[in-house]
């Protein structure tokens, strides 16, 4: 049996992807750029145990077990690896038959669900690039990533640190849609991130549906594509280049106004963002009158997600600990003629119930035996 | 002493007007439609005296006085009407240099400030209508409302009833900026309107400053104004001749959607809906699942105004009163070491705070002498 154990971050854009010209590869209508956020404090860990003795291709996510033909994205990856696999096998004989075997797959988030963070782009980062460690691929990254484009789009650019563009492409095979990575994490290192969760009870709709709408029925969409986009990838890669906080804190701010604009301009409309998201981009806009400090960025939901040199997140800390203190418990007594009592939560207008500091960081790891999932039967270690 | 007396009413667009292409003459940039609303239910109602013995032209609004000479935009509307005045009485020795007179204004709504609705168009138009009725102009209504859009843009269309276009034009003077009735509001009787008015405490910014920070910022709003807007006049006018709700009601989501977005695509940010609008675009769209039976449409705030068939209206009155029930005062004990109570007043998530139902109705009206607000001297009746 040989088992592989990697984690992979999460990257949060600056220039959102949001529609696809081609489903079922996952080729985006526009280029696409983010940045990678430590694993330190958040990531998706994946083992990956492959055995002759295996009787079939089983997937535990975050402790319960799945039916992994019924993933069709996760399918295509498994396809893709199994298939270079394959091609080192017929050219060596000495290789071990790994692509003939079953496999069994843990993964596991360090983040909960609930957390409203996606989890999608780490989950399938992490699968593939312990896929690639397994098979022992001889693959660029960026090769590597457009096997993950096909498992989750976004999911392609958490396989590199630092900052790292999705190139649109223009095959119609998906052969250049891929990650490139524009700089190292060790570029910028001043450059931090504050993820801020927005208390928030209702589900939205899925990105993958959203956006499709939003292809079919935003009259505006068409102008974000072909126009802004193109720009402002040229002028967010030369700010990151030239460390020009203030460039890259206005383009990214629009960059996530405009998705959340053409989500709004679907018909019928989508919001993702809530009163609190709403309310704290108003505070750094406020905080940022003298001078850009921080620039926020909405993924599909309500969540911000605060970019800002180390030096002031003490103070963007402080504020929005202030402006948006989290929910409190609390004894509401309705004046009805029934007049009853109860305790229950009540979340202040504009609350944000976590806060996770965090800076950006390297790609993929790979871990020692000991941090493994799965257990020398090729079982779960824990179960949900 | 001549004085008359003249309502007007609200008009709620279904194609936005946003955006001066000369905010001296108030030229806009892309033509706008709306529905003039009853006045039964809501108006401006003011009254003018020109009087030769009057010393300075005074101006009382909603029972306050205010300095005439330093409202700009009322000015230009007093300058025009009293040129055309001018030149009748150059031509007719035989009528009143009422042009010469100094004037006693009076203004009031019936509705409150507080309520959220923009009263500038109702006033203004008011306020135009009146003058022409005292300097007895000889000019059509579409003439008038050129002098009306300089006081107040969508002023120009609450001098029609029924529907009521505000054609752009395209000569630099204004010259062919007007409002033009598409059809009467006897065309078409069974549609109704219900205003619902949104808790909401914060303040918005200004539609006049916002609207020219779209214009310079946002990168989605040439699409709008070159490509979007003029199929959709076309749409929308060819949908009320035939009384097509259906088409109607789609147009008049997606443009109060697309006028929202491209808020939002401003820089900074500009946010009119908050999570309650958003809700109840929800649950209209989710009523709307089995057919078209209402349609939402948002100006410059958080206030719904629902068009829809009178046949539904008792209906989405339930469903609006069942979702959003008006606010309740509860007495909260706050779980603290001093622990302290109040009663206070709590919006539950999602409150409408009053409803207003109406309907498509006429334009302007003069009045009787017994229902002026100014006295045989000339001073209000009623003060604030």
């Known amino acids: 049996m040989r088992t592989v154990t990697c984690t992979a971050p999460v990257n949060i854009a600056v220039i959102k992807y949001w529609g696809k010209r081609d489903t079922e590869l996952i080729l985006p209508t526009n280029d696409s750029l983010s940045v990678t ?32 033909t019924k993933n069709r994205r996760m399918h295509n990856c498994f396809r893709e690896a ?3 696999r394959k091609k080192m096998e017929d050219e060596s004989s000495e290789l071990e038959p790994l692509s003939t075997y079953k496999v069994h797959v843990c993964s596991e988030n360090n983040f909960p669900t609930a957390a409203g963070l996606a989890s999608s782009a780490s989950g399938l980062a992490a699968l593939v690039y312990t896929l690639a460690q397994l098979y022992e691929l001889q693959i660029s990254t960026s ?21 790292v563009a999705w190139e649109m492409g223009s095959a119609s095979d998906g052969s250049d849609s891929k990650a490139v ?5 060790t ?37 974000r594509i072909s126009t802004v986009v193109p720009q402002r990838m040229a002028n967010i890669k030369q700010a990151i280049l030239n460390r020009d906080f203030n460039t890259f804190a206005e383009i990214t701010m629009r960059d996530s106004n405009q998705f959340h604009a053409v989500c709004l301009d679907t018909y019928p409309p989508i919001s993702y963002l809530n009163d609190t998201s709403r309310a704290i981009m108003r505070v750094i806009h406020e905080y940022n009158k003298d001078g850009v400090k921080a620039a926020y960025t909405y993924d599909a939901g309500p969540n911000a997600v605060i970019y800002a040199p180390r030096e002031n997140m003490p103070e963007i800390i402080r504020l929005i600990a202030h402006y948006f203190p989290p929910p409190a418990t609390i004894t509401l007594s309705i004046i009805t003629r029934s007049s009853h009592k109860k305790v229950i939560p009540i979340f202040p207008a504009g609350s944000v119930s976590r806060l996770l500091h965090t800076k950006v960081d390297d790609g ?6 000991d941090e493994a999932l799965l257990n020398s039967q090729g079982l779960p270690k824990r179960l949900a």
Do not use: Y
């Open 181 to 185: 990575q524009i700089a190292p994490e």
């Open 143 to 163: 090769d590597l990533s457009r096997i993950a484009r096909q498992g989750s789009g976004s999911a392609c650019r958490s396989l590199f640190g630092g900052f």
């Open 37 to 68: 956020l430590s694993q330190d404090i958040l990531h998706s860990k994946t083992t990956i145990s492959a055995c002759k003795s295996f009787e079939q291709d089983r997937l535990w996510l975050n402790g319960k077990e799945e039916d992994i």
């Open 82 to 84: 199994r298939a270079l």
């Open 187 to 223: 570029h910028w290192p001043e450059l931090e991130a504050l993820v801020c969760v927005v208390s928030d009870a209702k589900k939205g709709t899925s990105s993958t549906e959203g956006m499709q709408h939003t292809v079919e029925t935003s009259e505006l969409m068409q102008a």
């Open 364 to 369: 993929p790891r790979t871990l020692a035996e």
